[in-house]
């Protein structure tokens, strides 16, 4: 069982004072996770799990703590009890090393702890061809091995090296452990399948990943996709090697409808829609999803904003430095909880230390930590969250942010989520 599917969303909690109530405690687990956990007379009855990450965004790596597992027992839901150990879990992690906190959650029940969308879900939809779509001349695909593992790390951290929300995967364990698949070992668990897609020359140009026995494929994408066969992960490093793995796509299709026993017309590919895959998707026939949600599933909380904007610099100058604005000075950007200010030069963007107050900002933007979240992931365009402010900015204000905080595409691969 995953961390995810041990949660049972504790959404209408509201706390009526009975028994005796222990203090959430924060227990480290074996994997590297800590576990929160209240008791109550005694007896362990809500819980979440607390998942430490690296994230990439753009040039950047920040610190994130990802939350899974929330739940309270049957027994004991409807009194308050996740939410007492969300609350508590908030103020741990803002105590910790972390810059932000992500997690999946249910409609309309996050947002009370800061909690903001971060982003949509990204699908291409392929549809199989009535006939075979061959490989390229020499090129072959073959299930995954052991001995492939340093190709496709290699593969992956090419194909993330400048993206915004994707996992910096451990060397050892975690995602890669679960290559290559392995037998299912409980009577329900999902067949899985990997396979490498090799030039002429035999280098590794891809890989394809179905990734079915990742939580959110079973729990969310199975059903929702029952017609289409879905894959968890599709790398590639051009738009040939691309090609050649909507061929496999297509043979997997084709397999999997004889196991069904009726056709299977399309592929759902998990994926933001840039690089090669969607590159190459945009010459067949297929359709491009983006999936939003207004308080629900990709969620993102600013822990500590000085933190992470040190841990953005390297992106911010990368931004900066494409921009080309002339303005030099002092940038400060306000929460209700922090404030930080940005020094820009001709030569660089600091972070001004905290003591700093030998001058007045020359900008200054006051915003939520909500949008602050939103803005840092690049989902939402800037102009549209500045418009939604109660007061609107000075042009040179929005200027900033159009260049500091510009529109991406956020996304977290199948196989990372928690």
């Known amino acids: ?47 979440l799990w607390i998942v430490p990450f690296h994230l990439r965004i753009g040039d950047a790596v920040v610190r994130m703590d990802g939350i899974a597992g929330v739940g309270t027992d049957e027994a ?81 951290e090419e194909s993330v090296r400048h993206a915004v929300g994707a996992a910096v995967r451990p060397e050892s364990g975690g995602v890669w452990a679960s290559l290559p698949p392995s037998e299912p070992s409980e009577e329900d668990e999902p067949t899985d399948q990997c396979e490498v897609v090799r030039d002429a020359s035999r280098r590794a140009r891809a890989y394809l990943w179905q990734g079915s026995r990742f939580w959110y494929i079973r729990t969310n994408l199975k059903s929702r996709y029952a017609d289409a066969l879905v894959i968890g992960e599709a790398v590639a490093d051009s738009l040939e090697a691309a090609e050649a793995l909507y061929a496999v796509c297509e043979r997997w299709a084709r397999e999997e409808a004889v196991q069904r026993g009726e056709a299977v017309k399309s592929v759902v590919v998990c994926g933001a829609p840039e690089g090669p895959m969607a590159g190459a998707a945009r010459f067949r026939w297929a359709t491009l999803e983006q999936r939003f949600a207004p308080a629900a599933e990709s969620m993102a909380l600013v822990l500590n904003l000085r933190r992470l904007m040190e841990s953005l610099l390297p992106e911010l100058n990368a931004r900066w430095r494409t921009a080309g604005l002339a303005f030099t000075g002092d940038f400060r950007l306000e929460t209700m909880e922090e404030a930080v200010t940005l020094r820009i030069t001709p030569e660089a963007i600091t972070l001004a230390s905290e003591g700093d107050a030998t001058r007045s900002a020359a900008a200054t933007l006051t915003l939520s930590q909500e949008t602050m979240a939103r803005l840092i992931f690049g989902a939402f365009r800037p102009e549209d969250l500045l418009a939604l402010l109660p007061a609107p900015p000075s042009a040179v204000v929005t200027d900033l942010v159009c260049a500091l905080f510009p529109e991406r595409h956020p996304y977290m691969n199948i196989p990372d989520r928690f």
Request: glycine share 10%.
């Open 76 to 156: 004991h839901r409807n009194r308050g009890y996740s939410r007492l150990v969300l609350e508590a879990t908030v103020a741990w992690m803002k105590q910790g090393d972390a810059a932000i906190s992500m997690l999946y959650g249910i409609p309309d029940y996050y947002p009370k702890f800061g909690y903001a969308t971060a982003g949509p879900d990204y699908f291409t939809r392929c549809f199989v061809s009535e006939d075979a779509t061959p490989l390229p001349h020499g090129w072959t695909a073959e299930p995954c091995v052991e001995a492939d593992l340093p190709d496709l790390k290699r593969l992956y």
């Open 1 to 47: 069982m995953t961390l995810k599917e041990s949660g049972c969303g504790d959404a209408g909690d509201a706390m009526n004072g009975e028994g005796t109530r222990d203090e959430v405690k924060f227990i480290p687990e074996e994997n590297g996770s800590t576990r929160a956990e209240l008791s109550v007379d005694g007896e362990a009855i809500s819980r």
